[in-house]
Structure formats: C-alpha cells, structure tokens
T-cell receptor, first 112, second 113 residues
Framework: DAEITQSPRHKITETGRQVTLACHQT?????MFWYRQDLGHGLRLIHY???????NKGEVSDGYSVSRSNTEDLPLTLESAASSQTSVYFC???????????FGSGTRLTVV | GQQVMQIPQYQHVQEGEDFTTYCNSS?????IQWYKQRPGGHPVFLIQ?????EVKKQKRLTFQFGEAKKNSSLHITATQTTDVGTYFC?????????????FGQGTTLQVKP
C-alpha cells in the first residue's frame, strides 16, 4: 500500500544545530508540503513543492529550507535551530489538484 | 483575506448531543475540504465540497457548502466518544485550484460519555 512516512518521530536538538526532517511518500504525488502545528495556530505552511526541482516558500518559511531531487522525498532542513521552532511538523502530499491531502504521522521536534 | 475562520474554537458536548462547526471566508472559495485530527494523531481527509449549496453526508456527519461559497459547516448527529478530535476546514489559497491549502484554526470537540 502507498504511504507517506516521516522520520524521526521525535527529536531533541540544541539551539544552533542544523536539523533535517525526512518525508518520503510512495503515492507518486507531485505535490508535497510541510506544515508546523502549534497550539493556537493550527497548521501553518512552511514550504511546498509541485514537482521535482520545484520548491516554494509558505507563510512561515524563515529559518527553513527544502529540496526536491525526486518525486518521493521532500526533506525539511532547519538551518540553525531556535527554540521558537519547537513544534510538531507534518509532511503531506497530494495529487496535482490538491484533492485530499495525505499526511504523515508527524515529527515532534524540541529545541533546547 | 485568504484566511478561513472557524468557530467555535472548542466545544464540549454530552455523548448523544449534536455538534456543529462553522468555517467562514471573506472571499469566494473554489472548494472547501474538511479534515479530522484525533488527539496525538495526524489530520485525516474527510471530504471536499465544490458546488454552491452542496450537501454531502457520511454516516452521522453532514457537510454543507454555502450558496455564496463563502462558508461551510460540519454537523455531527448524536456524537459518540469516537468523534473526539479537532476538525479543520481548509481552503485552496487561490481563486481556482492551486493545490495549496490554507487551514482554519480548527474546532476541538470533547465528548463526555
């Protein structure tokens, strides 16, 4: 069965370190997204991609970057982790029309 | 502008009572999607509404899209403890399908057995 997986599920890192969160999908979806979820803020879009070599900034992209070298993967990198980036991160994918996102199980990141 | 507002933010009901959450936009929506997130889980797609005045049902859940395509609602009849979670509406960022969703703040439903 097709799936979307995120790793790690939990991560604790120190302020200033570079961190990469993995997202891998086998749906063959063109569209992939990264959201962060914080209490009181719902789901906020960080970065997204419509296909290989395409990346775009979302509403809260500062301090984050992504790359899309193949259809299956969209890793999210925190260049220099800050305490404000402590959050739950969700990766999602969809077909080209955005019908019904499929979400990964999430990564809980704590920056100390 | 592109935000969708959801009300209420929280709702506590007794098991068996009905529940409704509303999603409102100041601009016309190309479509609206609904998701459910169980506590500790990830959002799961429930449905997409596209047509003005559209009503769709999934067992005890009824989804409506307003005539002006600026609002939507999710109604649950006779809530059960399995309905606990946060319900999000989401709109496409563009006036037509861009495939990029903007999520509402969500309505968190608690059900007392």
């Amino acid at each position: 069965d097709a799936e979307i997986t995120q790793s790690p599920r939990h991560k604790i890192t120190e302020t200033g370190r570079q961190v990469t969160l993995a997202c891998h999908q086998t749906w063959n979806h063109n569209n992939m997204f990264w959201y962060r979820q914080d209490l009181g803020h719902g789901l906020r879009l960080i970065h997204y991609s419509y296909g290989v070599q395409d990346t775009n900034k979302g509403e809260v992209s500062d301090g984050y970057s992504v790359s899309r070298s193949n259809t299956e993967d969209l890793p999210l990198t925190l260049e220099s982790a800050a305490s404000s980036q402590t959050s739950v991160y969700f990766c999602a994918s969809s077909d080209s029309l955005g019908y019904g996102y499929t979400f990964g199980s999430g990564t809980r990141l704590t920056v100390v | 502008g592109q935000q969708v507002m959801q009300i209420p933010q929280y709702q506590h009901v007794q098991e068996g009572e009905d529940f409704t959450t509303y999603c409102n936009s100041s601009t016309t929506l190309s479509n609206i999607q609904w998701y459910k997130q169980r506590p500790g889980g990830h959002p799961v797609f429930l449905i997409q509404l596209v047509k003005s005045g559209e009503v769709k049902k999934q067992k005890r859940l009824t989804f409506q899209f307003g005539e002006a395509k600026k609002n939507s609602s999710l109604h649950i009849t006779a809530t059960q403890t399995t309905d606990v979670g946060t319900y999000f509406c989401a709109r496409d960022q563009g006036s037509s399908n861009t495939g990029k969703l903007i999520f509402g703040q969500g309505t968190t439903l608690q059900v007392k057995p």
